[in-house]
């Protein structure tokens, strides 16, 4: 675990892309100061890729911050509510965020998987995972940053096996085939 902490995200280092666009950080902010996370893709790990918007043209981070890592994870239904967000572990996540999206986009392209990030995916997701409880109130999930890491490199690996199971571009959202046939029939 300790190599993918060391990984900087490659939306933070201003590489270029595979389009050949060079992606850099722009902060958003509501009227509050905060900007809402969508969770429409029917995974967690897709939608922690998608913590980046417009990356073709001006790409918003939407994770500028271990703050912000720290919402995102207590937004997200499936995942323990209260983590702290260590600059380390921070790192740690960006890294795994865009070795998810690379993969994603190598599925979605029908083109070989980065091995570099498959490495990034496969180490974290050996991690530790999160603890679950049953009570009264339902499932209740808990578990450091690192085995919430985990759970979403798990769930990543588990929609990026189906070759039939993701969508979209590098443009536009990504979403498991099942949540887009979702969204399209709700309207």
């Known amino acids: 675990m300790s190599q993918i902490s060391a990984i900087r995200s490659p939306v933070r280092a201003r590489v270029t892309s595979s389009a050949g666009d060079d992606l850099v950080i722009s902060l958003v902010t509501g009227q509050d100061g905060d900007v809402n996370f969508a969770f429409v893709s029917g995974n967690p790990a897709l939608d922690l890729a998608s913590t980046v918007l417009s990356r073709r043209d001006e790409p918003i981070d939407l994770l500028a911050a271990p703050a912000d890592l720290e919402r995102w994870v207590a937004e997200c239904g499936e995942l323990p509510d209260r983590v702290t967000a ?63 890491l985990a759970q979403v490199a798990r769930s990543g690996i588990t929609v990026l096996a189906d070759s039939r199971a993701c969508t979209g571009t590098d443009s536009y959202r990504l979403a498991t085939t099942r949540a887009r046939a979702e969204q399209q029939s709700l309207g």
């Open 86 to 148: 260590a600059p380390a572990t921070f790192e740690s996540a960006l890294s795994l965020r865009e070795a998810i999206y690379r993969l994603a986009l190598d599925r979605v392209l029908d083109r070989p998987f980065e091995p570099g990030s498959l490495e990034i995916v496969n180490d974290t997701a050996a991690g530790p995972v999160p603890t679950i409880k049953l009570s009264d109130a339902g499932l209740q999930m808990s578990g450091a940053l690192l085995a919430v």
